[in-house]
């Protein structure tokens, strides 16, 4: 499976963003997809996730309320739209896809391809 994440950008706090994430080869093996961020100086965290179906979804709890994770189906492919951006949202975004329902929704180690991220940062 690839990824291909896209969307990135400079936004003022307040701003809104949506970054996006392609995927191909063998989509069908994909049990879920996420999103998570790294700040330099900062360990990957997650972001979100959502089933592969798209019926089931996870936030973490900084985000909740504030970013929407969505999937389009016939595309295959993953959006992340970002409201009320605020300056700690700045960091590279990476797109995620997991085989297994096995494990928390939120553990990096459960993911099994990764995309290259895009940089995502908010100016106050």
């Known amino acids: 499976v690839q990824l291909q994440a896209s969307g990135g950008g400079l936004v003022q706090a307040g701003d809104s963003l949506r970054v996006s994430c392609a995927a191909s080869?063998?989509?069908?093996?994909?049990?879920?997809l996420g999103w998570f961020r790294q700040a330099p100086g900062k360990e990957r965290e997650f972001v979100a996730a959502?089933?592969?179906?798209?019926?089931?979804?996870v936030y973490a709890d900084s985000v909740k309320g504030r970013f929407t994770i969505s999937r389009d189906n016939a595309k295959n492919t993953l959006h992340l739209q970002m409201n009320s951006l605020k300056p700690d949202d700045t960091a590279v975004y990476y797109c995620?896809?997991?085989?297994?329902?096995?494990?928390?929704?939120?553990?990096?180690?459960?993911?099994?391809?990764w995309g290259q991220g895009t940089q995502v940062t908010v100016s106050s």
């Open positions: 959502i089933s592969w179906s798209g019926g089931s979804t």
């Open positions: 080869g063998r989509t069908f093996s994909v049990y879920g």
């Open positions: 995620a896809a997991r085989k297994s329902y096995v494990g928390s929704w939120s553990s990096k180690d459960r993911y099994d391809y």
